[in-house]
């Protein structure tokens, strides 16, 4: 007599990539047999990578290094602007790594900038950071005005004078 038997083997969605070795054994009255085959498990990533340590810095007034890290191996991407609508983004380095590092550069001075950063895996699942932001450096010296000369003894006198922005005081004279 013959016997036909269909079993299904369900690999859980964490068993890794692999092959494997499955052993069937059936036993009729006081008969066994048993047979030995290699299973090949092909595990399907869909979890994205995990992004940590997102900084910036080396701003000046017209750029800014930034760096993050990924659980895996990666691509890099940045997505950067004005406001956290973006608008401009850095061009996509597909070499894989799990430290990554970008420049941007021809960035306006002193402003206020939203950037994400951006890493896909081989499997082609997708991790965007949320925002983050830097200013850059003001490049322009402060404006001078009302300048006015007070309290005038034989030994004194009291200068005063407005800036535009916070600065730092100093007056030479002769």
């Not at 299973?39 to 399907?44: K, Q, S, Y």
Request: aromatic content about 6%; proline content about 3%; some cysteine.
């Amino acid at each position: 007599p013959t016997c036909t038997t269909t079993v299904t083997i369900n690999a859980a969605s964490t068993t890794p990539t692999g092959i494997y070795t499955v052993t069937v054994m059936g036993t009729s009255g006081s008969l066994t047999k048993t047979t030995t085959f290699s299973l090949t498990v092909n595990a399907v990533d869909t979890t994205p990578p995990t992004i940590s340590s997102v900084s910036s810095s080396s701003i000046t007034s017209s750029s800014a290094a930034v760096t993050w890290t990924t659980n895996e191996n990666s691509d890099t991407q940045i997505e950067y602007g004005t406001t956290a609508s973006y608008g401009s983004s850095t061009t996509l380095n597909t070499a894989s790594t799990t430290s990554h590092s970008q420049s941007l550069t021809g960035l306006a001075a002193n402003t206020l900038y939203h950037y994400r950063v951006k890493s896909k895996d081989s499997a082609g699942n997708l991790a965007t950071s949320g925002d983050f932001t830097f200013t850059t450096s003001d490049i322009s010296p402060p404006s001078i005005t009302s300048v006015t000369v007070s309290s005038v003894t034989q030994t004194a006198a009291k200068i005063t004078w407005t800036t535009n922005e916070a600065a730092d005081s100093q007056v030479e004279y002769g």
